[in-house]
């Protein structure tokens, strides 16, 4: 288990430092730099999945397609929602926009929440109660406010429940299904990185290069740090854990000189508290697991 604290709290890390690296690739946009990291980060992945053994995802997944002609619409599908969210992840620091990006990634499981309950019929408990509650809360202040959230936390909110929906529908909510929306962005990321791409700059400042490489390095480790530590952990104590990488963002964002205004503050509390009750549910099951490990498996 601690090996994969170690995993999880390290892909967190190496998220946030994602989050803070596009300050060091002026000057390509966010759009090349989404680019080249889907192009350096796939194949990354692929040696993974092949020394791992696991490349047999990808195979049943396009042997799943030929029995399956939805697949042919869900695939492109989920592709674009995630393809989507990656964007997002570059574009919102450089452009002013981190604070609202990780106002979504806290608001995300809460969403999660409630969609388990009216999708999958889950019960809701008392903190989960709560949390949505203090949720609506940040986001009625928010709305009367400013008139509305941000479209950048919407974007993330939802976009990513709807994309692990999607997934689950599907059945490739795996390694092989996130391959596989890596590879049907390559001709969007080609499109970013090497045809409408600034070549001038590369010329300019030779160690861009190295920069990028960097960029396609840490992305491809934090994603398989980030799957490993999944199957080192029970879900709950994963669960829990996850909440550190949002918490970095918003380091990350204030960091690159963003801020909270005045009137935002009891959006970010609320959400923040729904997120804490979250943590604590999360821990008393962790403290339940190792206090009962027999009953719980049973």
């Known amino acids: 288990m601690a090996n994969g604290v170690t995993l999880l709290l390290s892909s967190a890390f190496m998220f946030a430092l994602l989050y803070y690296y596009p300050v060091w690739l002026s000057p390509l946009d966010a759009e090349q730099i989404f680019g080249w990291r889907m192009l350096l980060t796939l194949p990354g992945v692929s040696l993974y999945l092949w020394l791992s053994g696991e490349w047999r995802l990808v195979v049943s997944l396009f042997n799943e397609v030929k029995r399956r002609p939805l697949l042919w619409v869900g695939l492109p599908l989920s592709a674009l929602l995630v393809g989507v969210q990656l964007w997002i992840f570059m574009w919102a620091p450089v452009n002013g926009r981190g604070l609202p990006v990780s106002l979504g990634y806290f608001m995300m499981p809460l969403v999660m929440v409630v969609l388990g309950r009216f999708v999958y019929k889950e019960q809701l408990s008392f903190l989960r109660i709560l949390a949505v509650v203090a949720a609506l809360v940040g986001v009625a202040n928010q709305v009367w406010q400013t008139g509305g959230v941000s479209w950048e936390t919407f974007v993330v909110a939802l976009g990513y429940p709807f994309y692990f929906l999607l997934r689950r529908w599907q059945g490739n909510d795996h390694l092989g299904g996130i391959w596989c929306d ?34 396609g390095l840490i992305s491809a480790l934090a994603l398989i740090f980030y799957l490993l530590s999944a199957k080192l952990l029970t879900f709950s ?3 829990l854990l996850s909440y550190l990488e949002p918490v970095l963002l918003v380091f990350v964002s204030l960091l690159l000189g963003e801020s909270i205004a005045e009137h935002e503050w009891l959006t970010y509390i609320a959400i923040w508290a729904a997120v804490g009750l979250l943590v604590i549910e999360g821990a008393q ?14």
């Open 182 to 215: 890596m590879f049907l962005l390559l001709p969007v990321a080609v499109w970013f990185a090497l045809i409408e791409g600034d070549a001038v700059a590369f010329s300019d400042n030779e160690s861009l290069w190295w920069l990028v490489i960097g960029l």
């Open 285 to 298: 099951k962790v403290w339940r697991s190792r206090r009962y490990p027999v009953s719980d498996q049973a």
């Open 237 to 239: 104590l994963f669960g």
